[in-house]
């Protein structure tokens, strides 16, 4: 593997050869001293043409954490607001030995042009390319239930789990990414959301779909896991009203009381509570919402490791 551009790129033992990887990091990451020296004299740069916490910041510890120098490139302010190619951009940022670049965009495939082109040389992650993927969500995101509902030495796959997956599926690169790892994993996934949210392939991401939240609780699954409506993607009125949407789509109090107290309730942030999701649900003892992010350094430090580190075992 020399770029992680897409799920697609990764089988399930390389799949589960990375999850397992972050367990390890995850005992890196409770030592006083979270600190690796597998990256040292590697650079590597964030390259984000769109907005981001969480992603951004998960991936410049977890490349800190090994050793490695980091640079953080933010499009605004920046020679693109200028109207730099992406190839200039990209080549300039090379060019001061950086090696490996981190790619958030607004257009899907960005990163894989990045990474096919004969004006690039460094190892590309996919960090979230427009409504495309998301490939490192959805490895923290099938870590978090493992270790949540199989137990967190569990090294395996997710074989008998059913997840649901709830919102504006048709906009979110974390649910074809998760549709797509989730299954390869062994899990069954149904997605859920208003018809208008649902995109004209989804039986072919998904196991089964859903327009009737209520119904689609009613069927018991393992994971509900709730998607940010992604207004910037939006260029059209998809729902009536956001108050609407809340009351048919939200994971609401009363629709969290319903469930079983082993259903674990997810979400890939930034959350707006009180819309897709309440507050009761979200802070509750069956969310893993704060896991998700703890976990996001250690796949992201696993998966850093397995494209530059030049050692094959830890230290």
Known sequence: MKHLLSINDLDVQSALSVMNLALEMQQVNAREVKKLPALNGRTVANLFFEDSTRTRFS?????????????????????????????DTVQ??????????????????????????????????????????????????????RQRLKGKADSGDL???????????????????????????????????????????ALKLADSVYFNLDEALADNFDVVMMLRMQRERMNSAFIPSETEYATLWGLTESRFNSLSNDTLIMHPGPMNRGLEISSTAADSAQSAILEQVTNGVAVRMAVLYKLLAKESSLS
């Open 59 to 87: 991936f410049e510890l977890a490349a800190k954490r090994l050793s490695a120098d980091v640079v953080n490139f933010s499009a605004k302010g920046s020679s693109v607001s200028k109207g730099e190619s992406l190839k």
């Open 92 to 145: 300039t940022i090379e060019a001061m030995g950086v090696e490996a670049l981190i790619v958030r965009h607004h257009h899907s495939g960005a990163a894989k042009t990045i990474a096919n082109s004969d004006w690039s040389k460094s190892i590309v992650i996919n960090a979230g390319d427009g409504t495309h993927e998301h490939p490192t969500q959805a490895l923290l995101d099938a870590l978090t239930i």
């Open 159 to 201: 074989a008998g789990l059913r997840v649901l997956i709830v919102g504006d599926i048709l906009h979110s690169r974390v649910a074809r990414s998760n549709c797509l790892l989730l299954r390869l994993l062994g899990a069954s996934v149904g997605l859920c959301g208003p018809a208008t949210l649902i995109p004209n392939d």
